[in-house]
C-alpha cells in the first residue's frame, strides 16, 4: 500500500528565516506530487505540482519554490519567510495521469512568528 | 466568484439524526468531483470520486450523489465518529493536470 510522509509536523520560524518542508511516498512509482497550504477560513490552496524529476509547475506567485529532486520526494522551501507564509501545509499525491482522486499527507503545521 | 460553495458551513446533529451535505459547483466540463474527511490537525482523507451525473457510491453510513450542479453527501445515522470537516473538490475539462478546485467544507458535529 501506499504511504506519503511529511516532516517537520510542525515548526515555529521567525519571520525572514529559511524553510524546507518535505514530502516521501512509498508504495507507488511516477506519482504526480502536489504542495498545498490551507490558511483559517479558506478551501485548499494549491502551490506547486510536479509530473516529474525537476519537472514543477506553479499556481501561485509567492515568495515559495518547490523542488523534486528524486522520483518519490518534493521539497518545498522558502529562503525569507514572511508573516502571511504560516499554515498547514499540505503535501499529496496522486497516479501519474493526473486525473484521479490525490491523498493527502499528515500535514506540516508552519507558525511564522 | 467561488467555483465550489459547500453549504452549510457547520451543521450539528445528534447521534442517529441523518442529514445531507451540499457541494455546488459552476465549472463547466466537469472531469470528476471528490470528497474528502478532515480531522481537526490532519491531512484529509479520500472517500469518493464521482465523475458523472446520476452516479452514487457508498462506504458506512456515508453515501455520495452527483448531478449536474451539485453534489451530497448523505450521512444516515451518524455517530460521534462521523464528526469532522467534509471536503469537496472538483476538477475540469481544460483545468491543468494538477488543480482541484476545493470548497471551503463543511463543519459535522454529532453529539451523543
Known amino acids: 500500500s501506499q504511504t506519503i510522509h511529511q516532516w517537520p509536523a510542525t515548526l515555529v520560524q521567525p519571520v525572514g528565516s529559511p524553510l524546507s518542508l518535505e514530502c516521501t511516498v512509498e508504495?507507488?512509482?511516477?506519482?504526480?506530487l502536489y504542495w498545498y497550504r490551507q490558511a483559517a477560513g479558506r478551501g485548499l490552496q494549491l502551490l506547486f505540482y510536479?509530473?516529474?524529476?525537476?519537472?514543477i509547475s506553479s499556481e501561485v506567485p509567492q515568495n515559495l519554490s518547490a523542488s523534486r529532486p528524486q522520483d518519490r520526494q518534493f521539497i518545498l522551501s522558502s529562503k525569507k519567510l514572511l508573516l502571511s507564509d504560516s499554515g498547514f501545509y499540505l503535501c499529496?499525491?496522486?497516479?501519474?495521469?493526473?486525473?484521479?482522486?490525490?491523498?493527502f499527507g499528515p500535514g506540516t503545521r508552519l507558525t511564522v512568528t | 466568484e467561488d467555483q465550489v460553495t459547500q453549504s452549510p458551513e457547520a451543521l450539528r446533529l445528534q447521534e442517529g439524526e441523518s442529514s445531507s451535505l451540499n457541494c455546488s459547483y459552476t465549472?463547466?466540463?466537469?472531469?470528476?468531483l471528490f470528497w474528502y474527511r478532515q480531522d481537526p490537525g490532519k491531512g484529509p482523507e479520500f472517500l469518493f470520486t464521482?465523475?458523472?451525473a446520476g452516479e452514487e457510491k457508498e462506504k458506512e453510513r456515508l453515501k455520495a450523489t452527483l448531478t449536474k450542479k451539485e453534489s451530497f453527501l448523505h450521512i444516515t445515522a451518524p455517530k460521534p465518529e462521523d464528526s469532522a470537516t467534509y471536503l469537496c473538490?472538483?476538477?475540469?475539462?481544460?483545468?491543468?493536470?494538477?488543480?482541484?478546485?476545493f470548497g471551503k467544507g463543511t463543519k459535522l458535529s454529532v453529539k451523543p
Open positions: 499529496a499525491w496522486s497516479v501519474r495521469t493526473g486525473y484521479d482522486e490525490q491523498y
Open positions: 508504495g507507488t512509482s511516477n506519482p504526480n
Open positions: 510536479s509530473v516529474g524529476i525537476g519537472q
Open positions: 465549472v463547466s466540463g466537469l472531469r470528476g
Open positions: 464521482l465523475y458523472s
Open positions: 473538490a472538483v476538477r475540469y475539462y481544460g483545468g491543468s493536470q494538477g488543480n482541484l478546485i
